[in-house]
């Protein structure tokens, strides 16, 4: 009983945090204190929910209001959502701390912590709700939060950028709505684990179709996954670097844990289908992404870019499909997420030393020679990012391109290996600072 009460914890302790941290406003070191201490207790307690459901292998579950499902509304975690819930809250204890030494004058208005909490919560419980129609909800406050936090950037174009986040977020919503009618329509229960039940019991409803291509298009949008990748750049380079480290790093792995959930669990029957699409906008990815980074000007658009090209990777895991590949997916996921939202920071706090605040190549070129350290770090993480041994990011390649031959996908995994050799060192026209990376970030 008590580990099933674990499972709400990390949704409800950010979300409490917000708003005594709204009560907190006129107080701004009080309040950022308060917000570290509230986000690394909720990440503790879902470190806790992670041990305990690998250690007895079987999810927990919490009924609100004790309405038995498939009538209530069932919180639950099992390994995958737990995995993607301490993923996710490590970056955002990471960006918090980020945000308590920025120079950025959004992070002294009253209501930038209470927000970042209440990203935290929407993300949060996206990944741990059992109802699909309050993925939806959480969906929307994780929108609502990230448009916000973005307008309010010193960044001359964040309201802009909020604009576009926000109405590409709400098409995103209106496929995923969509989706969500057409499963209650056809099956009368929003329950996922009940849905899987009754869509494996009766697959041929006319509906479900329907239902399928609206939920794809709806997380394709919110991973940024090609041919819906277009409004990642502009809105991530224009958010606060806190904000920006962690939509780029794991707020874009919601659209990824939606693909999990719809192979292996709502349509496992045309996971074939879903597969294939996965797998080739995921090589996609590999090459737009990488070849976008290595063509812009500014060093966070840059990494924006790399996002892109990251998922692709992720994409042809699930896309393969075999267990193997589905594990490289998540420890990739997992190891992008806090390597990209490392350089993210790295990059903020070099831009903010610049003569004029920006992390245009241009402005940041030769800050490096006064901050070594950064320089090195910046350095490490690129060969993290590009899969260089022994880094992370070679761990990961190394599981993704093992399970792509174990599958027998040769193909697929030939234009990966050709995208990351073409895109390998395309670097160093001056060592310093804003150049010393491998620009390959596939």
């Given at each position: 009983?008590?580990?099933n009460?674990?499972?709400v914890l990390?949704v409800?302790?950010?979300?409490?945090?917000?708003?005594?941290?709204?009560?907190?406003?006129?107080?701004?070191?009080?309040q950022a204190l308060w917000?570290?201490?509230?986000?690394?207790t909720s990440?503790?307690?879902?470190?806790?929910?992670l041990?305990?459901?690998?250690?007895t292998?079987?999810?927990?579950?919490i009924?609100?209001?004790?309405?038995e499902?498939?009538?209530?509304?069932s919180?639950?975690?099992?390994l995958?959502?737990a995995v993607?819930v301490?993923?996710?809250?490590?970056?955002?204890?990471?960006?918090?701390?980020?945000?308590?030494?920025?120079?950025d004058k959004?992070?002294?208005?009253?209501?930038?912590?209470?927000?970042?909490?209440?990203?935290?919560?929407g993300?949060t419980g996206?990944?741990?709700?059992?109802?699909i129609?309050?993925?939806f909800?959480?969906a929307?406050?994780l929108?609502i939060?990230g448009?916000?936090l973005?307008?309010?950037?010193?960044?001359r174009?964040?309201t802009?950028?909020?604009?576009?986040?926000?109405?590409i977020s709400?098409?995103?919503a209106f496929?995923?709505?969509?989706?969500?009618?057409?499963?209650?329509?056809?099956c009368?229960?929003l329950?996922?684990a009940?849905?899987?039940?009754?869509i494996?019991a009766?697959?041929?409803?006319?509906?479900?179709?329907a239902a399928?291509?609206?939920?794809?298009a709806?997380?394709?949008?919110?991973s940024?996954?090609?041919?819906f990748h277009f409004?990642?750049p502009?809105?991530?380079t224009?958010?606060p670097?806190?904000?920006?480290?962690?939509?780029?790093?794991?707020?874009?792995?919601f659209?990824i844990?939606?693909?999990f959930?719809?192979?292996?669990?709502?349509?496992?029957?045309?996971?074939v289908?879903?597969?294939g699409i996965?797998?080739?906008t995921?090589?996609?990815?590999i090459?737009y992404?990488?070849?976008?980074?290595?063509?812009?000007?500014?060093?966070k658009?840059m990494?924006?870019?790399?996002?892109?090209?990251?998922?692709g990777f992720?994409?042809a895991g699930i896309?393969?499909g075999t267990?193997?590949a589905?594990?490289?997916?998540?420890?990739f996921?997992?190891?992008?997420s806090?390597?990209k939202a490392a350089?993210?920071?790295?990059a903020?706090?070099?831009?903010?030393?610049?003569s004029?605040k920006?992390?245009?190549?241009?402005?940041?070129?030769?800050v490096g020679?006064?901050?070594?350290?950064?320089?090195?770090l910046?350095?490490l993480?690129?060969l993290?990012?590009?899969?260089?041994?022994?880094?992370?990011?070679?761990?990961?390649?190394?599981l993704?391109?093992?399970?792509?031959?174990?599958?027998?996908?040769?193909?697929?995994?030939l234009?990966?290996?050709?995208?990351?050799?073409?895109?390998?060192?395309l670097?160093?026209?001056r060592?310093?600072?804003?150049k010393?990376?491998?620009?390959f970030f596939c």
């Amino acid at each position: 009983m008590l580990y099933n009460h674990l499972a709400v914890l990390p949704v409800v302790i950010p979300l409490t945090g917000a708003a005594a941290a709204l009560l907190l406003g006129r107080f701004k070191k009080i309040q950022a204190l308060w917000s570290l201490a509230v986000m690394t207790t909720s990440l503790c307690v879902s470190i806790w929910l992670l041990a305990a459901v690998w250690q007895t292998g079987k999810p927990f579950v919490i009924q609100a209001g004790g309405w038995e499902a498939p009538f209530g509304i069932s919180i639950g975690a099992d390994l995958l959502s737990a995995v993607f819930v301490v993923m996710s809250q490590l970056v955002m204890v990471m960006g918090i701390v980020y945000a308590m030494g920025s120079k950025d004058k959004c992070i002294g208005y009253p209501s930038f912590f209470p927000l970042f909490l209440m990203l935290a919560t929407g993300l949060t419980g996206g990944l741990l709700t059992a109802d699909i129609f309050n993925l939806f909800v959480f969906a929307e406050l994780l929108v609502i939060s990230g448009a916000v936090l973005t307008a309010i950037s010193d960044h001359r174009y964040g309201t802009e950028a909020a604009y576009k986040y926000f109405y590409i977020s709400q098409m995103a919503a209106f496929f995923l709505l969509l989706g969500i009618g057409c499963l209650y329509v056809s099956c009368g229960t929003l329950n996922m684990a009940d849905l899987a039940k009754r869509i494996a019991a009766a697959p041929d409803k006319p509906l479900l179709p329907a239902a399928l291509a609206f939920l794809m298009a709806a997380f394709m949008i919110k991973s940024a996954a090609f041919p819906f990748h277009f409004w990642q750049p502009d809105f991530h380079t224009a958010a606060p670097t806190a904000v920006h480290a962690v939509l780029s790093s794991v707020v874009v792995k919601f659209g990824i844990y939606g693909f999990f959930r719809l192979t292996t669990l709502l349509f496992p029957h045309e996971a074939v289908l879903i597969r294939g699409i996965l797998l080739v906008t995921g090589v996609i990815g590999i090459f737009y992404g990488g070849l976008g980074a290595t063509g812009t000007y500014d060093v966070k658009r840059m990494l924006a870019y790399s996002t892109m090209g990251q998922l692709g990777f992720i994409l042809a895991g699930i896309g393969w499909g075999t267990p193997l590949a589905m594990t490289a997916a998540i420890v990739f996921a997992f190891n992008h997420s806090l390597a990209k939202a490392a350089m993210l920071m790295l990059a903020g706090y070099v831009a903010s030393r610049a003569s004029v605040k920006s992390a245009a190549f241009d402005v940041v070129t030769g800050v490096g020679r006064s901050l070594p350290l950064a320089g090195i770090l910046f350095f490490l993480g690129s060969l993290g990012l590009s899969g260089i041994p022994p880094t992370n990011g070679f761990i990961s390649k190394m599981l993704l391109f093992r399970s792509g031959i174990e599958s027998e996908h040769f193909y697929s995994l030939l234009l990966i290996g050709f995208a990351s050799v073409l895109k390998q060192p395309l670097f160093i026209r001056r060592l310093d600072w804003g150049k010393v990376c491998f620009l390959f970030f596939c």
